[in-house]
């Protein structure tokens, strides 16, 4: 019996030893560093001083030959690794087990990965900086995600992984070029889930004329960024947000897009999807990753989705027009909704023959629009919008002139003047930029009698409801002059109004962002709430099966509430139109926080129209609750009269 109390005591020890074993065998974890007498082998892993990312081996889930790559992931996620960056993407290690170790010859110091036959498979490129190689040396992951090499103990990056991004941009990581270093960054998508090499799909910047960002399938362009005006890029006009800071850095030395979050606790980043050739954005919410904001979002946003010349609007119906000035270039085709001919002159330009009977040219502004494809453009950085004027009349290629610089909030300075066809433009409902077309005088004298007839229209418009409305003949002259006055009010309205649009509203998307703070991290209800509360109203969950969409899914459905999404207001709020994932197009009632109800009476109201249901027009396919937004979504279908969806 005395021999008990040693063996428990030998038994603990051992217990604590295999945990010291366990520790240590993980304790590749507590460094953040790979220097010269350090390897990473296997399926060890370093950690940022943080904790938030990690570097290490990885097999693609799906790679079932047992091809291994170096990456750097989020360490701090649940749930299956989500790789933000792979070295070796061309090169696989085809024979374990890989090692990763810095190696200082005369060329400089790299990072080499070697496979289980001691073959180098990979080596990161030469160093950007010449410092003399010392025993410090050195890779450390920051908390930042990025994996930085640096030869002498100084703070010099001689390389760093954020300037070779694979289809991910993280926080703080630039999308562009670096003249100066002879560095292009571009994102380009996984071939598949199971293989990181390099698909078909790459974000990237393209330079020429004002900086611009495509989305490429192929040599293909698939959607863009519109240009940069020294202020926003022109097709992301709700670019500013709270959440995130954007910047379009145009240098001599560099051109690039990067971005940061304000609230550093908050994971998120932007993500080429080639599946879905998309530009898609996620951010960790209640631990998944939720992906609200992503480009392509609409038809209008297809690269030169209404041909040359033509612009298009997803609020008008057809969705493309031709600019003013111009027609179809085949009326036809242009009936049948195939927009790829775009349009031609009304009136071919005058080029300068002032002395004929047209009048030589002139300039007609179309206004809230995205910037034609710029990247042709010729740009004149020190121009004023005047002196662009003369430079556009004074060639006769000249179709199109804008101010190139829109920063400081101004007129704008500088001048971009197209010589080429006018592409991917599209109107949007904020101020982003005016375009002055030139036009032949003929077209624009032509443009200006129909712009009178429709005012005076307007005019008469308000004369004969002036005119209902205070009988007596004797107050007509004095309404004449009450009325001129009006217009002239309402016309200046209008454009306070369009001021006031051209602030970030409040509900707008942009470049990435949750489109309002959260209160509270609370979602759409659970199963269990919803049980709770129809069983609190005598419903059991057998009488109505009715599924609730999370607010992501709204958002992504209706563009962040986008305003030409809306199709309808009143007195309970606003419906919006928008398409699920799945392509099912649905109405969203989103009730006005005024008349905000409990949630128990919301479900209430929801599960008595989700049982009336069968004798409606409109489905009602489910509801959302989220904080103090009431939201139901209905099946719509084309023809269907708002009144259904308020009413019905
Ligand atoms: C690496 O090891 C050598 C001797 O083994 C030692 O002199 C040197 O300080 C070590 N370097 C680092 C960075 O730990
Ligand atoms: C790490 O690798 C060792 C041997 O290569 C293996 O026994 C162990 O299960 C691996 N650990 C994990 C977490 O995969
Ligand atoms: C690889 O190199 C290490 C150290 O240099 C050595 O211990 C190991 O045996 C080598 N492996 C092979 C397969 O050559
Ligand atoms: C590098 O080392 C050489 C001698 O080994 C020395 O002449 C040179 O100044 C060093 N360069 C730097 C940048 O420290
Ligand atoms: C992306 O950039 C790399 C250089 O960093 C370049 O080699 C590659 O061709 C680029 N990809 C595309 C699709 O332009
Ligand atoms: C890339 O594009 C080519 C042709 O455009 C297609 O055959 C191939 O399947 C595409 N590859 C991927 C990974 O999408
Ligand atoms: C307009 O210009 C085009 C080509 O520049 C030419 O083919 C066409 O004949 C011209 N039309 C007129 C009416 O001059
Ligand atoms: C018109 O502008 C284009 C583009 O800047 C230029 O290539 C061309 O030489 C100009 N033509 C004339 C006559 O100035
Ligand atoms: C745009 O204008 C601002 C001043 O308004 C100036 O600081 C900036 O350098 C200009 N950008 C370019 C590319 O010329």
Redesign the pocket.
Known sequence: MTMRAPTLSSHLLLILLIAAAAFITRSTSTTDTIDRNTTLTGNQTILSAGGVYALGFFTPDGATDGRTYLGIWYASIPGPTTVVWVANRHDPVLNPPASLHLSASSAGARLVILDGNNDTVWTSASPTTSGNITASAAAQLLDTGNLVLTTDGSSAVAWQSFDYPTDTLLPGMKLGVDIKAGITRNITAWRSPSDPSPGNVTFKLVIGGLPQFFLFRGTERIYTSGAWNGDILTGVPYLKAQAFTFQVVYSADETYYSYSIRDPSLLSRLVVDGAATQLKRFSLNNGAWSSFWYYPTDQCDFYAKCGAFGFCDPDRSPICSCLPGFVPRSPDQWGQHDWSGGCVRNTNLSCGDVGGGGGGDGFWVVNRMKLPEATDA?VYAGMTLDQCRLACLG????GAYAAANMSGGGAGVGCVLW?VDLLDMRQYPIVVQDVYLRLAQSDIDALKTAADNHQRSHKSMLIIIVVATISGALLLLGALGCCILLTKKGRKKRESDDMAASLPPSTSGDFGLPYRPRIHQSQSPSQQQLADVSEEMGYNDKDVDLPTFSLEVILVATNNFAEHKKIGAGGFGSVYMGVLEDGQQVAVKRLSQGSTQGAREFMNEVKLIAKLQHRNLVRLLGCCIDDNERMLVYEYMQNQSLDTFIFG
């Open positions: 010729t060639n006769c290629s000249c010589t």
